[in-house]
């Protein structure tokens, strides 16, 4: 009779486990699956959010090293995927809530009873004993109503929206590096620039005061020509601090020492062209697969959950416990298979009064899944407004380059009928330094035009998502 209690023991215990396995099957499922899209290479795993193609598409080797140096090295992306790692756990954390737990204990226990102690009118007699208990207890909520897995199920979208936050911090920060790297193109390229500027004052502060010296200019025109000359070298050294703050970001963007920032290899501004097949239109497609909206959608359906479990709490809890063990007076008999103890129990518990909470928390999740709705639809009209103001600011952009090297080409070959007019003598040196400048200002200009054109293809790519 005592084999049979054990054996029914044992196969109520296991029936319990086959059924919370049958109700877990499709969470573990999607908990694996989330953990072997977590395993595999470091930089295969970037380089699905990084899109090589696209960086590829600049054809600047400097650049595209600079990239994956960042997603090697960055300390914000590097919290980004610890952050997915944590969120891993927490729902693996969830989905062992659904088993049942198993505790092994051991227990030791002296008694002694005096002659005084008496059951009844039955009277005992002084005694002292030795207790001996080593059980295995099994606690288990049964699931009828599948709240553990409704809570893995949330925990497992918060995880699809943490990775989606990862994402966009390689998106971010890529585009981030990248519009410093071509900052920082264009900031030599506008010194190189400035300092021939800076050459020309120069020579023309110096002709002018030999014209004053001889009584062909008054003093104001030196005092003039100073000024701008002092000018030139103002705007040289802003120019070169702007440049050392962008080496600094650039530096500290791919992990680098800020004291290595002057040495950083680049290209030059003028040995790279302009992306020619930018789209001009972008599917709706493309925009729903946005991390921050596919975030958003995940965060949504989590707030669902949220609701379901709240309704859950209306619903009574069922736990069953069991156990198995020795119990004996005696260390020596403890593992005597006459020693042994065997239970099991069920519970149900009903909350009947909270005084309101479990209303006032359904209340609030139904309020937040509201929120969770408005944003998800905020989110999508951002997006278009972002790909859409993105494709405005690139098409002027473009056309205002344009506009500018078409400025360029014109005033220097007007330079070329000064240097003519120069050559016959019919002009001054003085009077051509001033054409020259002009020619120089102008590339100056064309130098920003051209990179806000990669800065705008940069804004693309990240309102897009990095779908390019």
């Known amino acids: 009779m005592n084999k049979q209690k054990l054996l029914i023991l044992f196969l109520a215990a296991s029936l319990f486990t086959a059924t919370n396995i049958t109700f877990s099957a499709e969470t573990k499922k999607q908990v694996n699956k ?49 952050r997915v790692s944590e969120t891993k756990a927490t729902v693996q954390d969830y989905l062992g809530k659904e088993f049942p737990t198993l505790n092994l204990g051991g227990n030791f226990q002296r008694e002694k009873t005096s002659d005084n102690v008496s059951m009844g009118s039955f009277k005992l007699n002084e005694y002292s004993q030795s207790k001996f208990n080593f059980p295995l207890t099994m606690n288990y909520e049964l699931d009828l109503w599948l709240k553990n897995r409704k809570k893995t199920l ?68 030196i005092i003039q020509s100073e000024k701008t000359l002092t000018d030139a070298q103002t705007g040289l050294t802003e120019l070169e601090k702007q440049q050392g703050i962008f080496l600094n970001q650039l530096a500290v963007l791919i992990g680098e020492s800020v004291n290595n920032a002057s040495s950083l290899k680049r ?77 099991i129990g069920a519970g149900l518990v009903q909350t009947i009064f909270s005084g309101g909470q479990r209303f006032a928390r359904l209340k609030v999740r139904k309020f937040k899944y509201e929120q969770m709705i408005e944003n998800y639809q905020k989110i999508i009209l951002q997006s278009f407004q972002e790909i859409n103001d993105s494709l405005a ?36 040196y003085l009077d051509t330094l001033e054409y020259k400048t002009r020619v120089i200002s102008l590339e100056k200009e064309q130098a920003q035009s051209k990179t806000d054109c990669f800065i705008d293809s940069l804004s693309l790519y990240k309102a897009t998502g990095g779908k390019l």
């Open 267 to 343: 290209s030059s501004l003028d040995d790279l062209d302009l992306i020619k097949d930018l789209p001009t239109d972008i599917k709706s497609d493309i925009v729903q697969k946005r991390p921050d909206i596919l975030k958003a959608e995940a965060l949504l359906q989590k707030s669902k959950i949220d609701v379901d479990l709240a309704r859950k709490d209306f619903l009574p809890n069922i736990n069953i416990t069991g156990q198995y063990g020795f119990f004996a007076n005696s260390l020596s008999k403890t593992i005597n298979s006459n020693s042994y103890i065997a239970s």
């Open 393 to 428: 600011s690139l098409k002027a952009d473009t056309s205002k380059n344009n506009n500018n090297i078409s400025r360029v080409n014109l005033e220097q070959r007007n330079l070329d009928l000064i240097n003519i007019k120069y050559e016959t003598g019919a002009i001054s």
């Open 34 to 82: 989330e953990v072997k899209q977590l395993k595999g290479s470091v930089a295969d795993y970037r380089a699905e959010f990084i899109n090589r193609d696209w960086w590829s598409r600049f054809d600047d080797p400097v650049l595209s090293d600079y990239i994956f140096k960042a997603a090697n090295a960055n300390h914000d992306l590097k919290i980004a995927t610890l």
């Open 154 to 221: 949330g925990a497992a979208k918060e995880l699809e929206a943490v990775k989606y936050d990862e994402r966009a911090a390689f998106i971010s920060l890529t585009s981030t590096v990248a519009a410093v790297y071509f900052n920082i193109l264009r900031t030599d390229k506008l010194i190189e620039l400035q300092k021939q500027i800076l050459d020309l004052r120069n020579n023309q502060f110096d002709l002018i005061k030999v014209k004053n010296a001889y009584g062909l200019c008054p003093v104001s025109d």
